[in-house]
């Protein structure tokens, strides 16, 4: 990892908007990324959401079982996964990928997350949406509202698990938005790297769940997420890996090789891109005016390192600019947020990274 913080540290004590590098950014030709049988495709490292490649990735498609993100990202963060659902006979009886539920059985809603994401179970996704959203439409208007919050404006979803409908369609950009909002859920991220999970359906019955996504298998540094398929949709594959502390998320829709594609643009990737740390976490950036304090003075600074990425072999013109008050009352408490740092690589705008108080201030 690249190390810019000297100069960052500068900067914030001065409090001005400066860019870091003052000499010209050395110039790289910027390899021909390879070619993909994906219609539509785009690589984003998840940290930033920066995007490292893209290829159609504003133009409708039809996601297939890709949607199952979003559901189970919904069943993590509105229900009890301890808690049993009821099955019913609309998810008894959906047709596809199946992970064979029978009306009437009562199971844990954590397996029908695992059952959902590793098996692709289309029933799973029905019973998911009945016990969320108390309806399948109810759910999947949840769906649609939390595709728009993260930022999926171009995506519309009719069911909970991606049978075709026209009217259910996505963009590669708004499925990598998805998919790096789910994979910053830990619960979600531990379900999406599973090989396996083992289900006590009761009365010696197991179900046995092995994940169909290769990449984790594969591809080094693979850790998810999830595959699909119709007729309709062609091969869709949402995928997922870490290496050297880089964490990429990779969308190919419509690929007939959709991992051969994947790996040929996770690989471009990391061979061409690495991380730039901006500032370490939980040190002090700058200084902030505490009015009638035990201190006159407050230190602000990240809880985690602020890192983005950037073209190896060559120097980048990084501005910060910090979007905070100038001043704060007593008493001021640790991690209470203090603002943001917003960062710019070649006066374009990259992503905004929170800032904290790093300590407790009383009052006189």
């Not at 659902?85 to 954590?110: C, F, H, M, T």
């Not at 960062?343 to 705008?349: G, K, L, Q, S």
Request: hydrophobic share 40%.
């Amino acid at each position: 990892m690249r190390r810019i913080i000297i100069s960052i540290l500068l900067i914030a004590l001065m409090g001005l908007f400066t860019p870091i590098y003052g000499e010209p950014a050395l110039e790289k030709q910027v390899p021909e990324p390879p070619a993909v049988s994906a219609q539509n495709a785009i690589v984003i490292e998840a940290d930033s959401g920066k995007v490292l490649y893209e290829k159609n990735a504003d133009e409708k498609a039809y996601p297939a079982s890709i949607t199952k993100i979003l559901t189970a990202l919904l069943a993590i963060e509105n229900g009890d996964l301890e808690k049993k659902v009821k099955v019913s006979q609309n998810a008894a009886g959906v047709e596809g990928s199946s992970i064979y539920l029978e009306k009437g059985e009562k199971i844990p809603l954590r397996d029908l997350v695992y059952g959902l994401m590793l098996r692709s179970g289309n029933d799973a996704a029905i019973a998911i949406s009945e016990a969320i959203g108390g309806t399948t439409d109810n759910f999947v208007a949840m769906m649609n509202e939390r595709a728009k919050e993260i930022g999926a404006v171009n995506t519309h979803f009719m069911n909970p698990n991606g049978l075709h409908h026209d009217e259910h369609y996505t963009t590669a950009r708004d499925m990598a938005l998805i998919s790096r909002e789910a994979m910053k859920n830990e619960e979600f991220k531990t379900v999406a790297r599973a090989k396996s999970w083992i289900t006590d359906r009761g009365v010696g019955k197991y179900n046995y769940f092995y994940n169909k996504n290769k990449v984790i298998y594969q591809y080094e540094g693979g850790t998810g997420i999830k595959i699909g398929y119709t007729k309709a949709a062609g091969r869709t594959l949402v995928a997922s890996s870490e290496r050297n502390g880089m964490e990429l998320i990779c969308v190919v829709l419509n690929a007939p090789d959709w991992f051969n594609d994947t790996y040929k643009l996770m690989d471009y990737v990391y061979n061409n891109y690495e991380k730039i740390l901006i500032a370490p976490g939980q040190r002090p950036l700058k200084a902030v005016k505490v009015i009638k304090g035990c201190k006159d003075f407050v230190y602000v600074g990240p809880k985690q390192d602020i890192t983005i990425p950037g073209m190896k072999e060559t120097n980048s013109n990084i501005s910060i600019e910090y979007v905070m008050s100038t001043g704060i009352k007593a008493p001021v408490c640790r991690w209470q947020k203090a603002g943001e740092l917003k960062i710019y690589v070649n006066n374009e705008y990259i992503y905004s990274a929170p800032l904290f108080y790093l300590e407790d201030i009383d009052r006189k």
